[in-house]
Structure formats: C-alpha cells, structure tokens
C-alpha cells in the first residue's frame, strides 16, 4: 500500500485529532447548547409576557431573530474552538509533529479549516433547526407563527448558520498567525466583539461610515433582518466578512510555509 | 553507499545569534552515528534543520538525497524524537500515534505493534499530560518508529530519564543497531554513545570539531595519557624513568603515573633496572574524557 501524504489523508488525520482532545468536546457541546437551548429559552420568557404587551410591541416583536439568537452567545465558543485547533498545537509542541509528518505544511492548515469549519456548519445546521422549531413551537401556542418560508427566514436561517462556520474559519486563521492562544483570543474578541462598542462610541458620522465595515457587523447582516441606510446588504455583508477571512487565511498560508516552527 | 543524511555549508543565525556555522558531515546508512556537543553546541538546531522544521539561513541538509520537506512519506524514511516534547498533552498516546499514523495512511494494526514495542500497553489510553517523563520519551520512541523508518533521529533521548530508562534506551540503541536502521543520536554526555555508536560527529559552538570513529576520537584524545606503575622501589624506577626522558609524578596511593613513555618501554626498563613491578597499566582514556579535552574550548555556558 502506498504511504504518500495527501491531503485526504491529513483530513482524516485532523479529523481524529479534533474529537480526541476533551476539551474540543467542551466547547462543541457547549456552542450546541447555546444554539439549540437560547432561541427557545428567549422564547418562552417573551411569551410569558405576551399577554401584557401593547398593541406596538406586538407588531414589532421579531420571532425570527430571537429564535435565531443562540448564534450570538455560540459563535464564541465556536471562535476560541477554532483558534484553539491551531494555538494548542503551538503551546504543546505538538505542531513540530504535525510538520515533520506533514512538511509541506499548507494541507495541515487546509485539513483543519475543511474538517472544523465542516463539523461547525453541520453542527449549528442541526443546532439551529431545533432551536427554530422549539422556538416556534412555543410562539404558536399565542399564535405568532413563522415558518422557513416566512420573509427573510430562509436567509437568517442560513445566514446565521454560515456566519459561525466562516468564523470558524477565520480564528483558525487568527490561530495560525498568532500562535498563542490567549493573544489569538484576545485579537478575535476585540476584532469581533470590542471594535463594534468602539464604533458605538464615535460620533454617528463617523461611526455610519466605519461600522459597516467592521468584520461582526458586515459578517452578522447576513442573520438579522433590520437593515438600516449605512448599512450593507445582507449578502453583501457577509460578502465582505468572507473576503475578510480569505485575507486572514492568506496570511496564514504564507506564515505558516516561511517561518520555523 | 549514498550518505542518509548529507549536511553541507549549513548555518543558522537567530536574530543575532549564529547557532550553526557553516557545518558540514554526513551521516552513514546502517551505521549508529552520535552527534555529540556541549549543551547549546547547536546540535538540537542542526536536526531540526535536517527536519525542515527550521529554514538554514544558508547550505543545504538532505535526507536520502532530497530535501525533508520535499519527501513524499517523509514518516517511512525518517523518524525523529526532538528533545522537546511534541505531544498535545490533553490527548492519549494511542489518539497521537494515530493521528500521525493517519497521515501516512499506517494501518491501526501498526499503532498497536510500536505501543507494545516500547511498552506502553498499559497507558496507551491515558491523556499524555499524565504520563511521566519516561512514559513521554517513550512515545516519542514510539512515534519515530511508526512508520518503520530506515533512518531514526534521536535528540538526546536518555536526557532525565531514570537508570531504568537509560538502560531502555541503551537496549532499544542496540537493537535498532542490529536490525541495521541508520540511527542518528545526539547527546552531550559520552557514556551513552560509548556503548552504542561506530561514528562520532562532534561540534561545539555550532562548529565542527571532529568526524571520525570512536576508536580514532578517544585515541586522540588518549596520545598524551599516562602509564600507571606501582614498585616497592620508587626512588630507582623514577630516577630511571626520568634518566629515559619520561615525566613523572606520584599518585595518591603511592603508584607513579608516568608521561611521555609506552606500557612497553616502561615494563622493558623496568626489567633493565632489575626492578620488581606490582603493576603497570596504561591509563584508559574514557569517552568521556576525550570529549572533555576535545570540546573543552568550545563550551558556551563554562561553569564559574
């Protein structure tokens, strides 16, 4: 049988890494968790209180987005994952292993980014329709209904479900050229979850010509449903959050192949 | 036979620092080589070099004639143990030998097969970051020969491992040795080499200092060692020992440790002189020794 390295067998090889360490399980079960358990639990505090709602937030309330709003607590869990697939090999050492096996280097990073970003998506996919349908199942009961086939619903639906799985992406990314785990943390929190509140601060001007291109704010348009002026349309958006990671991954490669490991 | 291991005109410089200087050797196959330095010779750097790991600044290190990175199952050609651990210690030692395996396509028969090679059955599913230092050398052991290498590179591998351990490692040399892989050792203390390698490379400060047998390395260093000799007639074997040019000196226990003469012509001016000798030994010179008058000059961190 012949030995050769190729990429398919690095991904089987990334594969068995990702669900042998226990804390992978931890945080995958608990992105799970989020996405699945928060849409339902939001759910059913608003509907306790339907009945003493006005007229105004009847109208306005959005069974949508807080069916959908697990995403916004389980993409951290899903970021540290993602950085951690790559920083825990440089904090152990396991990396020089993993490149005296692999010395072309590159189908080590691009057997992580398929094998995490692929379980992510499956994952939040399934995650995310249980939330759906438990949240509706709770809203139907004072008869708000929503389907898949609602405005806008499909697209959240999917949309929010994406923007995890290039998140993933983009912190293994982050990972791979920081290196330790607590800077490559700390750099996808402040990029994702800092810099927004920042460009809250600043005076509207200018905060109307930055945010829309902040990486969450243009990579969440795709899961929401309110679009204001300044603001890019939600594929659009997510257009520019994906260009975003494909420049990080970029960088990644290029580090990855020149430096000493 | 084509050189298994060919390093030519290798340096490498770490911001300021020139850790390998324009080092040159080669590494014969079915042969046990040691690579033997002072600590911070540079020997780690030298096989990470030869692993692709790290960039040279400038020559070239090739494995079987090809650059590591460029071997297509680099695992089947080479295994390595770098002196760091290169474990992720929240995994089991049977979860990275496959892991590793996996790469290469190495059937799980095979993980099975190295884990029971260096004996470690019993702790094969436990998380490595419970494993003793022994444990951990050993599945570094494990993971070098996974992919049944004809080459085996090892970076100080007796390095804090108990007698017991020593001694596995000396009998895993040995029959490595005798299966006939190409084994590339390196250690900064003799002992272990003595009893295990045919060829010595030698390098302080990143420099090569000798490449040479072990034999040739400690006749070297043995030429100006001296003949131990015991009499009941000290004064006359001393005046006669220094009337044929020899220097001499008293030992503790009353022997005399002659310099400058042979084991022969001691004994045969002995007998001249009707002197009656209770002994006359030639001074071994150890390994040890010859590699501490040998690198003496070139020790980075010399003790105060």
Redesign the interface.
Known sequence: ??????LA??T???W??LW????TRWSLFVACLAMAGLGPLIAAVSMAHWNQLGEFQRLTFNPLERAMGGYRLAQLAIGVLGVMVIS??YS??????S???????LPVLWAKLLVFSGVAFVLMLITALISFFASNAIFTEHHVNQTLSSPHALRVFAGSVLFMSVTGVFCTALGTIIRSTAGSISAYVGLMFVLPVVGDILPSSLSNAINPYLPSVAGTEVASTFHNPYTFSAWGGFALFCGYTLLAVAVAAVLLK?R?? | MAAVIEVSGVSKRYGEKLAVDDLSFSVQPGVVTGFLGPNGAGKSTTM?LI?????PSSGSALVNGMR?????????EVG?M?E?????????GY??L???A?????PRSRVDEVINMVGLESVARK?VGSFSLGMGQRLGVA?ALL?DPATVILDEPANGLDPEGIRWIRNLLKSLAAEGKTVFLSSHLMSEMEQTAEHLIVIGKGRLIADTSVEAFVAQASSGAPVRVRTPDSAALTAALIGAGARVSAEPDGALAVQGLTTEQVGELAAAERLVLHELTPVQVSLEDAFMSITKDSVEYQQI
């Not at chain 1, 152990?92 to 292993?97: A, E, F, P």
């Not at chain 2, 760091?84 to 995994?91: D, E, L, S």
């Open positions: 049988m012949s030995s050769e390295v190729t067998r690095v089987h090889s990334e068995t890494k042998s360490l226990r804390s825990g090999e152990t050492g396991m990396i020089r292993s490149l005296m096996a692999v010395p072309k280097r020149r000493d490991a | 990470r692993l692709g790991l790290d960039a590591y990175r460029d071997l297509q199952s680099p695992l089947r390595a770098l760091a651990r290169a474990i992720h210690t929240g995994r089991s979860n990275h496959l892991a590793l996996q790469t290469h396509g190495i998380r993971a992919g």
